[in-house]
C-alpha cells in the first residue's frame, strides 16, 4: 500500500518519487534478534540457534554495505515513478541450514548448538527473493558473495562485544523467551 501510496505522488503530482523493495540485509549493528546476528553472537557465546523446520527455508541476503550502494546508485540513475528490486540472488540460494552451518564453521561453534525447532514460525515464508534485473541494468551488483559477507560479519561481531553484549541483556531476554522460548543473553544460562 505504502509503495502505491508514494508512487501516486510521482504519477500525479510528478514528484521524483522511487521506490526500492530490498532483501533481507545483515552486517555489522544489526540488532541480534535478526537470524544472522543472533546466530553468530549466540555461537560466540555457545549458546543454541534456533533453527526452525529443518532450516529448508530459502532467503536472499544482502550484506548492508551492498544495499547501501544500490540506494546511492538510484538516488544518481533511477527515474521517477519507477521500482527497483534490490537483492543479492546468490547463485545457489542457500537456505537457512546452509547459512547456520557457515556460521558455525567460520566461528569454529560446533554443531551440536543447533536447536532443531519443528514447523515454521508464525508469519514466515518458505522462500523470499526479487528479480534484481532493474537495479543491475543500472550498473549495480554486489560486491561481496555470501561466504566472504558472513565471514566479515562474524569478525565485526567477535570484535564488537562491546556493542551487543549490553543488547543482549535486559529487555532483550523478554524479547528472546518470547520468540524463542528460551533465554539466549548470557552463556550462563
Known amino acids: 500500500g505504502a509503495d502505491h501510496l508514494a508512487l501516486s505522488?510521482?504519477?500525479?503530482?510528478?514528484?521524483?518519487?522511487?521506490?526500492?523493495?530490498?532483501?533481507?540485509?545483515?552486517?555489522?549493528?544489526?540488532?541480534?534478534?535478526?537470524?544472522?546476528?543472533?546466530?553468530?553472537?549466540?555461537?560466540?557465546?555457545s549458546i543454541a540457534l534456533p533453527l526452525y523446520d529443518g532450516g529448508g527455508q530459502i532467503r536472499d541476503w544482502l550484506r548492508v554495505e551492498d544495499h547501501c550502494e544500490a540506494l546511492l546508485l538510484l538516488l544518481?540513475?533511477?527515474?521517477?515513478?519507477?521500482?527497483?528490486?534490490?537483492?543479492?540472488n546468490q547463485d545457489p540460494e542457500r537456505s537457512?541450514?546452509?547459512?547456520?552451518?557457515?556460521?558455525?564453521?567460520?566461528?569454529?561453534?560446533?554443531?551440536?548448538?543447533?536447536?532443531?525447532?519443528?514447523?515454521l514460525r508464525p508469519g514466515h515464508d518458505q522462500r523470499y527473493a526479487v528479480a534484481t534485473g532493474k537495479i543491475r541494468a543500472l550498473?549495480?551488483?554486489?560486491?561481496?558473495?555470501?561466504?566472504?559477507?558472513?565471514?566479515?560479519?562474524?569478525?565485526?561481531?567477535?570484535?564488537?562485544?562491546?556493542?551487543?553484549?549490553p543488547i543482549k541483556s535486559g529487555a532483550y531476554l523478554e524479547f528472546y523467551e518470547a520468540h524463542y522460548g528460551?533465554?539466549?543473553?548470557?552463556?550462563?544460562?
Open 139 to 165: 550498473g549495480w551488483s554486489p560486491r561481496a558473495d555470501i561466504s566472504a559477507g558472513i565471514s566479515e560479519t562474524i569478525r565485526w561481531y567477535k570484535d564488537r562485544r562491546d556493542w551487543w553484549e
Open 76 to 88: 544518481e540513475k533511477g527515474e521517477a515513478g519507477e521500482v527497483y528490486n534490490v537483492g543479492a
Open 9 to 45: 505522488f510521482s504519477r500525479t503530482h510528478e514528484l521524483d518519487v522511487m521506490v526500492s523493495r530490498c532483501t533481507n540485509n545483515y552486517g555489522p549493528y544489526q540488532y541480534p534478534e535478526k537470524m544472522i546476528p543472533l546466530f553468530i553472537t549466540n555461537a560466540l557465546d
Open 182 to 189: 528460551r533465554s539466549g543473553g548470557s552463556s550462563a544460562n
Open 96 to 119: 537457512n541450514l546452509e547459512i547456520t552451518e557457515m556460521i558455525l564453521s567460520a566461528t569454529g561453534a560446533p554443531g551440536s548448538l543447533i536447536e532443531h525447532r519443528h514447523g
